[in-house]
C-alpha cells in the first residue's frame, strides 16, 4: 500500500527530509513536493533525477490532489530566523505563510501533520486551529532538538557521566527548560551529578547552539530534520514512544495554566493513534512556573483571534 505524503517548503529542510524519506524506505511512497517559489525548480528536477535510482517511489510537485489526499504532511515552511535572533521574532511571517497553506483548505483525510517552522509551538497551534483537526494528529519537532544538543554538550563536557538523557521542554528556543523532574544521569535524577552552576552553563550553550550553526552555516538543517523524522517513525509504530515534542496541553495542565488550550513542548507519547501530552507529567512549583513563562512568550506573538 502507497503511504501519501507531502513536504511543504523545499528549502534546505525540506529537501532534507524529503532525501531521507526516498533513499530509506523500501516500501513504496508517493512525495509531493509543495513550494510556489519558481526558484527551487532546478532543485526539484534535480532531485527528481535521484528518485530514478528507487523506481518504487512516485514524485509530484505542487499537486493538490496528492496534497489532499495525504497520509503525513512536513511543515517546513517558514520564515528563517536572523542570527542572533529569537525565533519568535518571526512569528508574523510565518504565520502568514501557514495560513496561505491551510485556510479554507479541504481534505480527503486527517493526517498527521509534523510542523517544524518557526516557532513551532505558535505555528502548531495555528495549524490546527486552521484545519480543526484533533490535535492529536498535529505535532511539532518543539524542544526534541533542544535535548538532544543538552545530551551532545553533557556527553563531551564530562565523558564519564553514563546514559544521559536529559528532557529539556517548554518552547522551543529561549523558553526551553531542563525538567529536573524528568532528566536522567544513570537512571537517577540528573542533579544528583550536576549542579545548578553546571546545568546553567550547559544551557547557555544549548541556547546559542543555533547560533553556532550558523555562523558558518548559515541555517540549522540535520538536526530538526532528523527530528522530524523520528515523530514520522514513532506516529507508524504501535508501541508508544516518548518523546519531548510540541503537543496539545491535557485537561490538568489547561487548568493549571488558567484554561490556556494550545500547543508547548512536553513530555508525550506517540503511536499510530497520534501524538499526546502524558497525562502524569509531575510539574514542580518551578517547572509549572517555567511553562507558564514559555506560554507567555508565545501569547505574546499569537493574534488575538488565535486564542
Known amino acids: ?51 530514478e535510482l528507487h523506481p518504487q517511489h512516485q514524485l509530484h510537485w505542487n499537486n493538490e490532489h496528492c496534497f489532499d489526499n495525504s497520509d503525513v504532511i512536513f511543515h517546513c515552511a517558514g520564515a528563517a530566523v536572523p542570527m542572533g535572533e529569537s525565533r519568535l521574532v518571526t512569528s508574523a511571517s510565518s504565520i502568514e505563510i501557514t495560513e496561505d497553506i491551510f485556510k479554507n483548505q479541504t481534505f480527503n483525510k486527517q493526517p498527521f501533520i509534523i510542523v517544524m517552522a518557526n516557532p513551532v509551538e505558535l505555528i502548531a497551534h495555528i495549524t490546527q486551529r486552521l484545519t480543526n483537526f484533533p490535535p492529536s494528529r498535529i505535532v511539532g519537532t518543539g524542544t526534541l532538538l533542544d535535548s538532544l544538543r543538552m545530551q551532545r554538550f553533557i556527553q563531551r563536557d564530562y565523558p564519564h557521566l553514563k546514559k544521559v538523557h536529559p528532557l529539556l521542554l517548554g518552547e522551543h528556543g529561549q523558553g526551553a527548560y531542563l525538567s529536573l523532574e524528568l532528566s536522567t544521569i544513570n537512571k537517577e535524577p540528573m542533579k544528583k551529578h550536576l549542579n545548578q552552576l553546571n546545568i546553567n ?16 552555516q548559515g541555517a540549522t538543517i540535520y538536526g530538526v530534520s532528523f527530528c522530524a523524522l523520528q515523530i514520522y517513525a514513532s506516529l507508524f509504530d504501535q508501541q508508544k514512544t516518548m518523546l519531548p515534542v510540541c503537543t496539545y496541553l491535557n485537561e490538568a495542565l489547561i487548568k493549571q495554566l488558567g484554561g490556556h488550550q494550545s500547543y508547548l513542548s512536553l513530555p508525550s507519547k506517540l503511536n499510530q493513534e497520534g501524538a499526546y501530552a502524558l497525562e502524569d507529567y509531575p510539574t514542580s512549583k518551578d517547572e509549572l512556573k517555567q511553562l507558564e513563562k514559555a506560554q507567555s512568550l508565545l501569547d505574546d506573538c499569537l493574534p488575538r483571534h488565535y486564542h
Open 1 to 51: 500500500m502507497v503511504r501519501h505524503l507531502t513536504v511543504i517548503g523545499f528549502g534546505n529542510i525540506g529537501k532534507q527530509i524529503a532525501s531521507q524519506l526516498l533513499h530509506s524506505a523500501s516500501a513504496p511512497l508517493s512525495l509531493n513536493v509543495v513550494d510556489p517559489d519558481p526558484s527551487i525548480e532546478g532543485a526539484y528536477w534535480d532531485f527528481q533525477d535521484a528518485v
Open 201 to 216: 552553563a550547559l544551557m547557555g550553550k544549548v541556547k546559542n547552539a543555533a547560533d553556532q550553526i550558523k555562523k558558518t
